[in-house]
């Protein structure tokens, strides 16, 4: 879409008006940026949300497995008594 709108601005292009032309181009490919923007990013994260959601309860106890090893409350303990400790 943006390489016929490119095509169709160029042709239309003569000397004069050469910085109306293309002051409109320029804003009309920054509004299709932002929304192809929005729309690559729906797309990209589709698929990571969707697995979320249809795995949420298998994932909610994976985190709190792994939150709840020794190792990583260990050190959630040193990095809370950390905070406690008047800083200087």
């Known amino acids: 879409m943006f390489f016929v709108l490119l ?4 042709r239309r292009i003569s000397e004069d ?4 032309v293309c002051g409109f181009t320029q804003s009309v490919v920054c509004e299709l940026a932002d929304f ?3 729309l690559t990013k729906q797309a990209l994260r589709k698929p990571v949300v ?5 795995r949420q309860d298998e994932e909610a106890e994976n985190v ?5 090893t020794d190792s990583v409350q ?5 990095y809370l008594e950390s905070l406690r400790k ?3």
Not at 17 to 20: E, G
């Open 17 to 20: 008006d050469t910085d109306r």
């Open 7 to 10: 095509c169709i601005c160029i």
């Open 74 to 78: 260990r050190a959630l303990g040193c």
């Open 64 to 68: 709190v497995n792994f939150l709840t």
């Open 36 to 38: 192809a923007r929005q």
């Open 86 to 88: 008047p800083k200087h």
């Open 50 to 54: 969707e697995r979320l959601a249809a």
